[in-house]
């Protein structure tokens, strides 16, 4: 985890966060923070990076006085932060370390329903959460084109899906591919049915992706959409609420068939997803 061993100088203890979702998708936050260990303090996101990658510079704030001991800025939608984990820091003044903040109340009723986003616009979303290690930390998606997924119902041999397509409209040839990971990829495409130019669904059959999961190992494909002939893809994900990490707080019912197990899932990046696994040997 990105920013473990910091140094707490100038503070006695980690301050504490937190965060309320206002309209248009910008983020309150609050510091409490004594006044006596800091002049200039400031918010400090920083992302996190990629494994084997460098740190990037970060998002730097300035944090207001707005009563006894309490501090607030606001992260405004422009500029969006880029997509990825940015971990939440206090900066008492020039020359100080940083400091990671520790979650307070977090009021994220305004992502529940999905927020404000424009269905021709590009979608950004930032979602405050807590670490595995007890940490303030901002989840964050930048996509140009984005297709949000709805209610999942699964059946005895397929999946129905309803979603929503953003930063592009529904056009002639528009359609679903599931695409499969790994060396030898291969393509499923399935038909929608679209409810005007944004809103849509569709079925996956499952004895459709079958035939790619001999050998003995787990098949994973990953669910796109095409809004036209000829049209660049675009993912399947469902970001637009208030859930950092859906993948092992949504779990759909695993369906057998032909000696292996079927399942949906959101990816780490919450991303849906169709797996395919052998069934253990008795």
Known sequence: ????????????????????????GR??????????????PRLLLQPRPKKGRPEEAGRSLVLEPVG????????????????????????????????????????LRGLVSGGDAERRAPVAVRIPYATKDGRLAIRAW??????????????????????????AGLGEGAEVSLNRRGRESAVA????SAEGDQDFSFTVAYPDLLAEAAGGTAVVWDVFVHP??????????????????????????????????????????????????????R
Do not use: C
């Not at 609420?241 to 779990?251: C, G, I, L």
């Open 142 to 167: 930048r996509r140009a084109t984005h297709a949000e997924a709805g209610r999942i119902t699964v059946a005895a041999d397929a999946m129905t899906v309803s979603a929503r397509l953003y930063g």
């Open 68 to 107: 006894t001991d309490e501090w607030q800025t606001v992260v405004e939608t422009d500029p969006a932060l880029d997509e990825g984990r940015w971990d939440a820091y206090v900066v008492s003044g020039p020359g100080e370390d940083r400091v990671p903040l520790l979650p307070g109340p977090r009021d």
């Open 189 to 192: 495409r399935f038909a929608l």
């Open 228 to 281: 036209s002939a000829g049209a660049p893809r675009v993912r399947v994900a469902r970001l637009m609420d208030d859930v950092a990490d859906r993948k092992t707080v949504f779990v759909y019912p695993t369906t057998t068939l032909g000696g292996v197990s079927v399942r949906p899932y959101y990816t780490l990046d919450n991303d849906l997803s169709v797996e395919i696994a052998p069934r253990p040997s």
């Open 27 to 40: 983020l309150l936050v609050r510091v409490r923070l004594p006044r006596a260990t800091s002049a200039h």
């Open 1 to 24: 985890m990105s920013g473990e061993g910091d140094g707490v100088k100038g503070l006695v203890e980690n301050p504490r966060a937190s965060v309320t979702a206002q309209a248009g």
